[in-house]
Nanobody
Framework: QIQLVESGGGSVQAGGSLRLSCAVS????????MGWFRQTPGRLREGVAA???????AYTDPVKGRFTISRDNAKNTMYLQMNSLKPEDTAMYYC??????????????????WGQGTQVTVSS
C-alpha cells in the first residue's frame, strides 16, 4: 500500500517561505494524481494544489502566484514551495494521492491515500 510522509512544516513570520515535502513509497509518484490540502480546527479540509500524472497543475485561487507544486520523479517526492506566507495560510498541511484523474482535484473525498500532516504556522 502506498505511503505518504510529509515534512518541512514550521513557524515563520508573514512574508516568509517554507517548502513542504511529501515522500511517497510503494508507488511511483508520476503514476498518481497528487495533491496538497490544508485544514484548520473547525473548518473543512481544503485543496491547495494538485499535480497530475501528466504534469498538469492546478491551484486554489488564494495561493496562486505564491505557492508552487512540483515533484521529483527520481526521488519519488512531491513538494510545495510556499512564498509570501500570510497568517491565513496557518494550517495543518496534508499530501494525498489518488488514481482517478477525472474527479475534481479539490475534493478530499476523491483521494485514496493521505499522509499524517505537517503543521505550518505563520505569525503576523
Amino acid at each position: 500500500q502506498i505511503q505518504l510522509v510529509e515534512s518541512g512544516g514550521g513557524s515563520v513570520q508573514a512574508g516568509g517561505s517554507l517548502r513542504l515535502s511529501c515522500a511517497v513509497s510503494r508507488s511511483a509518484i508520476n503514476s498518481r494524481q497528487m495533491g496538497w490540502f490544508r485544514q484548520t480546527p473547525g473548518r473543512l479540509r481544503e485543496g491547495v494544489a494538485a499535480i497530475y500524472s501528466d504534469g498538469s497543475i492546478a491551484y486554489t485561487d488564494p495561493v496562486k502566484g505564491r505557492f508552487t507544486i512540483s515533484r521529483d520523479n527520481a526521488k519519488n517526492t512531491m513538494y510545495l514551495q510556499m512564498n509570501s506566507l500570510k497568517p491565513e495560510d496557518t494550517a495543518m498541511y496534508y499530501c494525498a494521492a489518488r488514481d482517478n484523474r477525472w474527479l475534481p482535484w479539490e475534493s478530499p473525498s476523491n483521494y485514496d491515500y493521505w499522509g499524517q500532516g505537517t503543521q505550518v504556522t505563520v505569525s503576523s
